[in-house]
């Protein structure tokens, strides 16, 4: 198992350098094609365990921090998170499934819809920073330019949500590495406008998928910005990852409800 570590000063991050001479414009094509492949990188073509630790840093003092672990299901495009530590977190969990977001409750015995725009743990982690990318299923991309991110050459990408996608953001900005093709910077912004988010991946890493017969690439550490509320961040960092294969009943409601038993 191999790492590759796209370090990132954020300070540097934020300069934005003008974009290299003669820089090429990609038409929808290309961009579709670009897009089809970041995802490609990031799915199993199966079952998925991704253990999580998720810190969040809040400006009036109330930091938590979350462990747990994310089970995947590619075919179905299942979501399960069960959340392990602390104890009064243990037993919680999601499960997404027919594009609709459930939320457990251990301590109540009880479900609750949410939003795309769920905080995970109270944090500023959504659904979709645990999830696989369909970037060129759920919205319809444009090259903006290329630009200078650190010392990286990325193509930047504006993605509109497409009519019926089930979404957290309308509207997405990706910084892409011209080379690796990782996503290391994104940004999320609500439907007036306004900037929601900002993320960084500095970090990914490479494992071998025997279901995929191929490789696939995961962030070892996104930082979450919350752009509304300054001082507020999340830093989570996957911990480990399997592709086993694993029971079809692991990602019911009745499985979830099983493990606060």
């Known amino acids: 198992m191999?790492?590759?570590?796209?370090?990132l000063a954020l300070s540097t991050i934020a300069l934005l350098a003008p974009p290299p001479a003669h820089a090429k414009r990609l038409d929808r094509g290309e961009v579709i094609t670009l897009l089809k492949r970041v995802q490609d990188a990031q799915h199993a073509a199966g079952d998925r365990s991704l253990g999580f630790v998720i810190f969040a840093k809040r400006r009036d003092g109330q930091n938590t921090t979350t462990e747990g672990v994310a089970y995947q299901r590619t075919e179905s495009q299942r979501l399960v998170m069960l959340f392990t530590k602390p104890k009064t977190e243990r037993g919680k969990g999601y499960i997404r499934y027919n594009k609709n977001l459930w939320f457990y409750?251990?301590?109540?015995?009880?479900?609750?819809?949410?939003?795309?725009r769920a905080r995970i743990a109270g944090s500023d982690a959504n659904r979709e920073d645990f999830d696989f990318p369909r970037y060129s299923e759920e919205y319809n991309g444009s090259h903006v330019r290329d630009v200078r991110l650190g010392r990286f050459h990325t193509h930047l990408i504006e993605l509109h949500a497409k009519p019926k996608a089930v979404?957290?953001?309308?509207?997405?900005?990706?910084?892409?590495?011209?080379?690796?093709?990782?996503?290391?910077?994104?940004?999320?912004?609500?439907?007036?406008?306004k900037l929601i988010r900002t993320l960084f991946k500095p970090s990914w890493k490479k494992y071998y998928s025997a279901s995929k017969k191929a490789?696939?690439?995961?962030?070892?550490?996104?930082r979450i910005y919350d752009e509304l509320i300054k001082g507020n961040y999340t830093v989570v960092k996957f911990t480990r990852s399997s592709f086993k294969r694993l029971p079809a009943n692991l990602f019911t409601k009745a499985w979830l409800e099983s493990k606060s038993r």
């Open 2 to 7: 191999r790492q590759v570590f796209l370090v």
């Open 105 to 116: 409750d251990a301590r109540l015995g009880k479900w609750e819809r949410r939003t795309e």
């Open 167 to 193: 979404v957290a953001y309308v509207k997405v900005r990706i910084w892409i590495d011209s080379k690796s093709k990782m996503i290391l910077k994104r940004q999320d912004f609500g439907t007036s406008g």
């Open 215 to 222: 490789n696939v690439w995961w962030p070892e550490t996104v």
